[in-house]
């Protein structure tokens, strides 16, 4: 396990390597970020959006994705209020929402003046999938990654709509495998990290059959592009802050986590729309060694906010919390006693990176 000696992440992110000179992948992406003319590229996608609206016939310009979070909001705006766009926004129902979310979605559909369409999961099958894939995978939410990204590439076939506006291509903003050089193309979005490898047919099965599992089963392209529908990623266009997008939601009446940040938070208004993120992403602290406080912490490195002392101070202060705020919701929803929740973790802790000293867990290799 080696750490960046430039921000605080470790090579055991899936797709992060450290070069010769001790500075990760994400970072080097950082720096190209620095001589790209966002100003040009702000215009390539404003000239997108003009040859769309010349020509569509159907009712929607564009389908934005949304939660209602500072990320989503603000793409609501760039192509409604910046670009005119006919905006339809598309959320995936969460299956425990938080008062924050419920209010965030709600008022940025009010706020901002637009459709949405919210996709309802059959609850059962979805907390079925989830128990699985908690079980099998150790990954409880890889399931609805599946629907997020089949979902509105299917609700774009069915209404007509020939452009997906995506966020920020995770692997190119926050390091990871790419499938491409840097570009706009999201057309390959169902092959990103979150979901690369598996599919959602692996869990059909006597419980669960084909025709429950359509929302998470991405189209074929070739249905895609035979309509003429688009995907692109905003951050190819946008210079990406999360940061500056939440200040922007803000003013249109966002909430951020009116408790604080969660437990090993570093913000308070980061993914807040739902109870059930958090044991997911706590989980990559077992097999790789790192979750949201390393995540955050480098997101402030990466621009200007945060030195790396400072950092490391808070990913060590921070790591060892666990996300005890919504846990009780976990095992309930997923029908498990805390018994059956630690046998599973157990069975996934990586122990190339983790040694058992004393009876506590710790990683071999500490950030320092």
């Given at each position: ?6 921000c ?24 190209q ?67 924050e ?7 940025m ?17 979805l ?26 590439a ?197 122990h ?7 009876g ?9």
């Open positions: 396990m080696k750490y960046c000696n430039r605080v992440m470790p090579n055991t992110k899936p797709g992060v390597f450290v070069d010769a000179e001790g500075v990760c992948s994400a970072c080097r992406s950082v720096e970020k620095k001589f790209i003319n966002w100003e040009a590229r702000r215009q390539e996608l404003v000239a997108l959006c003009d040859s769309i609206k010349k020509a569509n016939k159907a009712c929607y310009d564009v389908i934005v994705p949304v939660s209602g979070g500072k990320d989503s909001t603000f793409q609501t705006w760039m192509m409604k209020e910046i670009c005119g766009m006919n905006v339809l926004c598309v959320c995936l129902a969460p299956h425990l929402p938080t008062e979310g419920i209010h965030n979605l709600n008022n559909v009010e706020s901002l003046q637009v459709d949405l369409i919210k996709v309802n999961l059959k609850p059962g099958t907390r079925r999938l989830r128990r699985k894939a908690f079980i099998r995978l150790g990954e409880p939410n890889w399931t609805e990654h599946c629907a997020v990204f089949a979902a509105v299917n609700v774009a076939l069915i209404y007509d709509v020939p452009l997906i506006l995506w966020g920020e291509d995770v692997a190119v903003e926050f390091g990871g495998r790419t499938t491409k050089i840097r570009k706009a193309d999201a057309r390959d979005i169902h092959e990103n990290d979150l979901v690369r490898g598996k599919s959602i047919l692996d869990f059909v099965d006597d419980e669960i059959k084909e025709e429950d599992v359509f929302f998470y089963k991405y189209p074929p392209l070739a249905e895609l592009e035979r309509k003429g529908i688009q995907s692109v990623y905003l951050s190819y266009y946008h210079n990406w802050d999360g940061k500056k997008h939440y200040e922007l939601a803000q003013d249109y009446g966002l909430w951020p986590r009116r408790a604080g940040p969660l437990s090993g938070n570093v913000i308070d208004y980061d993914n807040i729309d739902e109870k059930l993120c958090e044991i997911n992403i706590w989980l990559k602290y077992i097999k790789f060694g790192f979750w949201r406080p390393t995540d955050q912490c480098c997101y402030q490195i990466w621009n200007g906010r945060m030195t790396r002392k400072e950092a490391i101070r808070i990913v060590n202060e921070l790591s060892d919390e666990f996300p005890k705020e919504y846990f009780q919701d976990f095992l309930d929803y997923h029908e498990l006693s805390e018994k059956e929740f630690w046998e599973v973790v157990e069975k996934f802790r990586n190339d990176i983790w040694e058992k000293i004393r506590k867990w710790q990683l071999k290799v500490p950030l320092t």
